[in-house]
């Protein structure tokens, strides 16, 4: 199977591409987009029929970063203060107060930053994963991501065959698909014919 991404600078272009890709006999099914814009994303679904698509979730690793940097700021906020209180020998009677609040703000903390890595890390907005199963290589995925990031719609077609995806590449052109240099600054050709294997 063979996949053609590319990015479009306006969600108008973005849907006139998938109209034209199933004007021309691409599948709904085989058809996809992406974009930030949630009013967008619905105005093209609805338009078009293509259902638009999840990135993959960020997971346990945002759980996880989010409970260790939570338990962090609880000990760091509060270890000034226990390290004050016990130099000073008329506050030393309270330096057990301060660890054990210390201690309290670090589980705080973590449970704080868990409950919101947990959030964080059920949105599906982490399509650098969902490209690099689709064969598209590293470096070419995180731009694209920061495309749409930046305010472009990703459209892509998949051609199980491998025999329409020049047809697709060339619709997706005709309708408008930018260069990475022009998202970014600079990289390649943004609407690529990519293969599974990400040539």
């Not at 004007?23 to 679904?45: H, P, W």
């Not at 970063?65 to 509060?78: D, F, M, Q, R």
């Amino acid at each position: 199977m063979e996949s053609v991404v590319a990015l479009f600078p306006e969600p108008q272009q973005a849907r006139q591409a998938l109209t034209t890709l199933q004007n021309r006999g691409f599948e709904r099914e085989r058809l996809g987009f992406a974009l930030a814009d949630v009013v967008a994303e619905g105005d093209i679904a609805q338009a078009t029929g293509v259902s638009p698509e999840a990135g993959a979730p960020a997971g346990s690793g945002a759980m996880i970063k989010g409970t260790v940097y939570g338990g962090l700021i609880g000990v760091v906020s509060l270890l000034p203060i226990w390290g004050l209180l016990q130099l000073l020998p008329e506050t030393r009677i309270y330096a057990d107060g301060a660890l054990m609040a210390m201690v309290l703000m670090s589980i705080g903390g973590a449970g704080l930053g868990l409950l919101f890595g947990a959030l964080t890390g059920s949105d599906h907005g982490d399509y650098v994963k969902l490209l690099r199963q689709m064969g598209v290589p590293a470096a070419q995925a995180e731009r694209l991501q920061q495309g749409i990031k930046s305010g472009h719609t990703l459209v892509i077609a998949r051609d199980p065959d491998g025999n329409r995806a020049d047809e697709a590449l060339s619709i997706m052109r005709r309708s408008g698909a930018v260069d990475l240099k022009e998202v970014e600054g600079a990289g390649q050709l943004q609407s690529e014919r990519l293969g599974q294997d990400g040539r």
